[in-house]
């Protein structure tokens, strides 16, 4: 490691510590939650250099990233050449820290976990709100580390477009939840998700415009906003087809071709962890998007992993699920919660007929899974706590 990936890691990391610190001062955080933020912090650290060495020893698109190497030559010449959406956005991004400091692999994985950190603090602090007032301190404690499940730390970790997709998302689901003052985190993160991968951008775009409606705090304007977020969405659906009717003609055939053709492409890779998704059913879809590799289907440590980290999502959904039909829904749905599972519907629905490698869906689904999680859990905790403290 040189001198420079020394001085810009050391600069991070010291930066990083100071602002968790001065921010926790800054909204009196309590001593115990202080104490968590930093043991997130460095939880995420170590799951940062763990990708980095899973790449180093794997390969894969990050190092590709920060190589510039996914953009053909002759589009790589200079920094501006590098922008655009998606992969190109990205190159962009990395270009003045690989090419123009010579900073090494390490250096942009740990930029790229502080980047995603950003999005845990603020999830950690939203969720503490949450969870920590909870009639039971042991289940809203149990609550909170359920933001140590590895996955979405893994794959937002490292350099590549989950980290930006993982911010952009939490910055929306904060803005959105408080919009009277906190309307610009829900622009950026917009925007973000929008530049970084544009058809899961578009999703974010779908269903914040579904929810925002019915909002609260925008009661008064929802006979205006109404209609113009319908007229919004429907906008969106009509520019995704005149994009890919300007390719594959003006019809809906290219729809399901391209469906097919993108479940084709990734079946051909092989491998052990690829399913045959076009033999399944709707609901066999959803349920491999969700929840394999199943238990029983783990073959290494990183299969067990997952497999462990799905099954916990699968009874959390189910004891989730069960605690919200005993209270008959009593408990609220904050707006942070109901963008997180629209988001994580349209996306597992967008997923099941695009996909077919597992090791592909728990990467995606990373970016929601655990906010559904979370979700489903605070109707347990509520409904385990209230019925503990009234007998």
Same mark, same amino acid.
């Given at each position: 490691?040189?001198?420079?990936?020394?001085l810009?890691?050391?600069i991070?990391?010291?930066?990083?510590?100071?602002?968790?610190?001065?921010?926790?001062?800054?909204?009196n955080?309590?001593?115990?939650?202080?104490?968590?933020?930093?043991?997130l %912090?460095?939880?995420?650290?170590v799951?940062?250099?763990?990708?980095?060495?899973?790449?180093?020893?794997?390969?894969?698109?990050?190092?590709r990233y +920060?190589?510039?190497?996914?953009l053909?030559?002759e589009?790589?010449?200079?920094?501006?050449?590098? %922008?655009?959406?998606?992969?190109?956005?990205l190159?962009?991004?990395?270009y003045?820290? =690989?090419?123009?400091?010579?900073?090494?692999?390490?250096?942009?994985?740990?930029g790229?976990?502080?980047?995603?950190?950003?999005g845990?603090?603020?999830?950690?602090?939203?969720? &503490?709100?949450r969870f920590? $007032?909870?009639?039971s301190a042991?289940?809203?404690?149990?609550?909170?580390?359920l933001?140590?499940?590895?996955?979405?730390?893994?794959?937002?970790?490292?350099?590549?477009k989950?980290?930006?997709?993982?911010?952009?998302l939490i910055?929306?689901?904060?803005?959105?939840?408080?919009?009277?003052?906190? +309307?610009?985190?829900?622009?950026?993160?917009?925007?973000?998700? #929008?530049?970084?991968r544009?058809?899961q951008?578009?999703?974010?775009?779908? =269903?914040?415009?579904?929810?925002?409606?019915?909002? $609260?705090?925008?009661r008064?304007?929802?006979r205006?906003?109404? $209609?113009?977020?319908?007229?919004?969405i429907?906008?969106?659906?009509?520019?995704r +087809?005149?994009?890919g009717?300007l390719?594959?003609?003006?019809?809906?055939?290219?729809?399901g071709e391209?469906?097919?053709?993108?479940?084709?492409?990734?079946a051909?890779?092989?491998?052990?962890?690829?399913?045959?998704? =076009?033999?399944?059913?709707?609901?066999?879809k959803?349920?491999?998007?969700?929840?394999?590799p199943?238990? %029983?289907?783990?073959?290494g440590?990183?299969t067990?992993? &997952? =497999? #462990?980290?799905?099954?916990?999502?699968l009874?959390?959904?189910?004891?989730?699920? +069960?605690?919200?039909f005993?209270?008959?829904g009593?408990?609220p749905?904050?707006?942070?919660?109901?963008i997180?599972?629209?988001?994580?519907?349209?996306l597992s629905?967008?997923?099941?007929?695009?996909l077919?490698n597992?090791?592909i869906l728990?990467?995606?689904?990373?970016?929601?899974?655990?906010?559904?999680?979370?979700?489903?859990?605070e109707?347990?905790?509520?409904?385990?706590?209230?019925?503990?403290?009234?007998?």
């Amino acid at each position: 490691m040189f001198l420079p990936d020394v001085l810009f890691i050391g600069i991070v990391l010291v930066w990083v510590f100071l602002w968790i610190h001065r921010r926790a001062a800054k909204k009196n955080h309590l001593r115990q939650l202080r104490a968590f933020l930093f043991a997130l %912090w460095g939880y995420h650290l170590v799951i940062a250099y763990v990708y980095y060495r899973y790449l180093m020893h794997q390969g894969g698109d990050s190092l590709r990233y +920060w190589e510039l190497r996914s953009l053909p030559l002759e589009q790589a010449a200079g920094w501006l050449a590098h %922008w655009g959406l998606g992969t190109a956005f990205l190159q962009w991004v990395n270009y003045p820290f =690989s090419q123009g400091f010579a900073l090494g692999f390490l250096s942009g994985t740990v930029g790229y976990a502080m980047l995603s950190f950003v999005g845990f603090l603020l999830l950690a602090e939203w969720i &503490a709100d949450r969870f920590l $007032p909870v009639p039971s301190a042991r289940i809203g404690i149990a609550g909170m580390l359920l933001l140590f499940l590895p996955n979405a730390h893994f794959w937002t970790a490292g350099v590549g477009k989950e980290a930006f997709l993982w911010l952009g998302l939490i910055l929306v689901l904060v803005g959105a939840d408080a919009i009277s003052h906190k +309307w610009g985190y829900l622009v950026l993160g917009l925007l973000l998700s #929008l530049m970084v991968r544009p058809i899961q951008g578009l999703v974010l775009c779908v =269903s914040v415009f579904g929810v925002l409606p019915f909002h $609260p705090a925008l009661r008064q304007h929802r006979r205006y906003l109404v $209609p113009l977020a319908a007229a919004l969405i429907l906008g969106i659906g009509v520019y995704r +087809w005149i994009q890919g009717s300007l390719v594959y003609g003006f019809h809906l055939r290219w729809i399901g071709e391209l469906l097919h053709w993108q479940q084709q492409y990734l079946a051909s890779f092989g491998g052990t962890s690829s399913v045959p998704m =076009s033999d399944y059913s709707l609901v066999e879809k959803l349920a491999t998007v969700l929840f394999r590799p199943f238990i %029983w289907e783990a073959a290494g440590f990183w299969t067990l992993a &997952a =497999s #462990l980290e799905n099954t916990v999502l699968l009874l959390g959904m189910l004891g989730g699920g +069960w605690a919200w039909f005993r209270t008959k829904g009593r408990l609220p749905v904050p707006v942070f919660y109901r963008i997180s599972l629209v988001y994580g519907l349209l996306l597992s629905l967008l997923f099941a007929f695009t996909l077919t490698n597992l090791g592909i869906l728990m990467r995606m689904k990373s970016i929601y899974s655990l906010l559904v999680l979370c979700f489903f859990y605070e109707r347990i905790a509520y409904y385990w706590s209230n019925r503990t403290f009234s007998t």
